[in-house]
């Protein structure tokens, strides 16, 4: 089972910050947080990830709390074309790994 | 920017009948991985792959499923004798060497079994 737990869905205006979060209180010193997203059916598409420290590229930043036991993932001027399924997973295994998907969140951007 | 490549986009088979699922990996990715959705469900890991063996499966790759590294560029999932419950998205993903390198995924081929 995903070791990650998201709220189904969120609404976000166009060009706010959408802030998604995500809970993983059984995360393990050395496992790291990933998300990805889902438009429509397509590939997941890789946005970033994290161990410790936050983290921050073009698409996002990710803040990881203190004790790790959650996250926040920030899209910091939501578009329409981000509305899509966003999964947070928490990444089992070392070289080899595999990826343990959950629901994720729907998120909805608004004009 | 490089990126994983899968053919065809989508399968429609009937019951009982052979696919193969093509995938082009990132050229220097030596990790390779299949996915499956099926429509309006979860991701679900399938098969890992590495060294022209596989690393790890999963208790839907059963003996129907088999994966195999023809050439030195494409990354191929058969399926011997698909069943209606079959049907789904396929992804394929592929990472570098390295250890807590990020899996790229591909585009998906949808596959229909009638």
């Known amino acids: 089972d995903a070791k990650t737990t998201q709220p189904t869905s969120m609404d976000c205006a166009e060009g706010r910050a959408a802030n998604l979060p995500c809970n993983h209180s059984?995360?393990?010193?050395?496992?790291?947080v990933y998300w990805y997203r889902q438009i429509h059916s397509q590939g997941p598409q890789y946005i970033i990830h994290?161990?410790?420290?936050?983290e921050t590229n073009e698409m996002a930043s990710l803040i990881i709390t203190e004790d790790r036991k959650s996250s926040t993932l920030i899209l910091p001027h939501a578009t329409l074309r981000d509305t899509a399924v966003y999964y947070c997973?928490?990444?089992?295994?070392?070289?080899?790994?595999?990826?343990?998907w959950g629901a994720g969140t729907k998120l909805i951007i608004k004009p | 920017e490089p990126e994983v490549t899968q053919t065809p986009s989508h399968q429609v088979t009937q019951m009982g009948q052979e696919v193969i699922l093509r995938c082009v990996p990132i050229?220097?990715?030596?990790?390779f991985y299949w996915y499956r959705q099926i429509l309006g469900q979860k991701v679900e890991f399938l098969v890992s792959?590495?060294?022209?063996?596989?690393?790890?499966k999963s208790e839907i790759f059963d003996d129907q499923f088999s994966v195999e590294r023809p050439d030195g560029s494409n990354f191929t999932l058969k399926i011997r004798s698909t069943k209606l419950e079959d049907s789904a998205m396929y992804f394929c993903?592929?990472?570098?060497?390295?250890?807590?390198?990020?899996?790229?995924f591909g585009p998906g081929t949808r596959l229909l079994v009638l």
């Open positions: 993903a592929s990472t570098r060497i390295s250890s807590g390198e990020t899996q790229y």
């Open positions: 050229s220097n990715h030596l990790y």
């Open positions: 792959f590495y060294n022209n063996e596989i690393s790890e």
């Open positions: 059984t995360i393990s010193g050395n496992e790291y």
């Open positions: 994290g161990l410790k420290n936050n």
């Open positions: 997973i928490v990444r089992v295994g070392g070289s080899n790994y595999q990826l343990i």
